[in-house]
């Protein structure tokens, strides 16, 4: 097993910058994949970015040029630098994990409020 626990949210105003952290516990060996999503309220969870266990990275256009994922050398902590907020930024952001072959964990959620 695998949880992840995301860390970080907040109130900000437009332009400002919040940095998210994940820490996974458990199997963390066996994790492959991590990425953050966010939801916004009356709209479906969407992908924000990844990372792969090789560090490569995928970021949503909305995202892009603005936010950095990144993890720690142990790949257990997994972090989500957020500048240039917008208050369309505005959601609970969680935290996945996918580990062994086709497992997956997600984290409790932590609200980021950008406020205008």
């Known amino acids: 097993q695998v949880q992840p626990v995301e860390s970080g949210g907040g109130l900000v105003q437009a332009g400002g910058s919040l940095r998210l952290s994940c820490a996974a516990s458990?199997?963390?060996?066996?994790?492959?994949?991590m990425g953050w999503y966010r939801q916004a309220p009356g709209k479906q969870r969407e992908l924000v970015a990844t990372i792969t266990s090789g560090d490569d990275t995928n970021y949503a256009d909305s995202v892009k040029g603005r936010f950095t994922i990144s993890r720690d050398s142990a790949k257990i902590s997994m972090y989500l630098q957020m500048n240039s907020l917008k208050p369309e930024d505005t959601a609970v952001y969680y935290c996945n994990a996918e580990w062994g072959l086709k497992s997956s964990s997600w984290g409790q959620g932590t609200q980021v409020t950008v406020s205008s």
């Open positions: 458990g199997s963390v060996l066996s994790i492959n994949f």
